[in-house]
T-cell receptor
Framework: KQEVTQIPAALSVPEGENLVLNCSFT??????LQWFRQDPGKGLTSLLL?????REQTSGRLNASLDKSSGRSTLYIAASQPGDSATYLC???????????FGAGTTVTVRA | AAGVIQSPRHLIKEKRETATLKCYPI?????VYWYQQGPGQDPQFLIS???????DKGSIPDRFSAQQFSDYHSELNMSSLELGDSALYFC??????????????FGPGTRLTVL
């Protein structure tokens, strides 16, 4: 069974600092990995999707890397802003699955 | 751009009642997924459908059933509701069950409260 872990559970930084969010997974036989953002009590917004054959994906200030062999992904958010405050979830889809297995998330607070 | 639509957005039920949640996928998406997110928990996969057939099954209680209709919308039926069923229920959709760009797009969720 795929286990997804996100460290740290919470992070607080001053505005302008770069954010580094970590995700690890136990089964390297993945199909893809998605990063989501969730605001309190709200839905999940897809940020980036990395296919198993890719090493990284970029979208604006966001960059996600994937090291499938070591079971790790990192989400970088450059020049953080207070509007980036949210919970960020990593989710992995297995090679033979349709479902996503989620981590518990990292709750980010960017202080103005 | 059109997104995943879920209805109702909020639902309050008594124990042992029945609830039906509906999901309308993004146009042309043929795969639908259901997830349950309890308070302070990460989303847990319940069930998915690809081209109206069940494609994967997670930790869905026997009291729950779901189906995908000919227009690709899906319904999650929940019977004999328990207090522990109180959660945010998400529906997601994607194009092509195993396609190369099968990003799952999530709806806003239905918040179910069981009293």
């Amino acid at each position: 069974k795929q286990e997804v872990t996100q460290i740290p559970a919470a992070l607080s930084v001053p505005e302008g600092e770069n954010l580094v969010l970590n995700c690890s997974f136990t089964d390297s036989a993945i199909y893809n990995l998605q990063w989501f953002r969730q605001d309190p009590g709200k839905g999940l917004t897809s940020l980036l999707l990395i296919q198993s054959s890719q090493r990284e994906q970029t979208s604006g200030r966001l960059n996600a890397s994937l090291d499938k062999s070591s079971g790790r992904s990192t989400l970088y958010i450059a020049a953080s802003q207070p509007g980036d405050s949210a919970t960020y979830l990593c989710a992995v889809r297995g090679s033979n699955d349709y479902k996503l297995s989620f981590g518990a998330g990292t709750t980010v607070t960017v202080r103005a | 751009a059109a997104g995943v639509i879920q209805s109702p957005r909020h639902l309050i039920k008594e124990k042992r009642e029945t609830a039906t949640l509906k999901c309308y996928p993004i146009p042309r998406h043929d795969t639908v997924y259901w997830y349950q997110q309890g308070p302070g928990q990460d989303p847990q996969f319940l069930i998915s459908f690809y081209e109206k057939m069940q494609s994967d099954k997670g930790s869905i209680p026997d009291r729950f059933s779901a189906q995908q209709f000919s227009d690709y919308h899906s319904e999650l039926n929940m019977s004999s509701l328990e207090l522990g069923d109180s959660a945010l229920y998400f529906c997601a959709s994607s194009l092509g069950g195993t396609g190369p760009t099968d990003t799952q797009y999530f709806g806003p969720g239905t918040r179910l409260t069981v009293l």
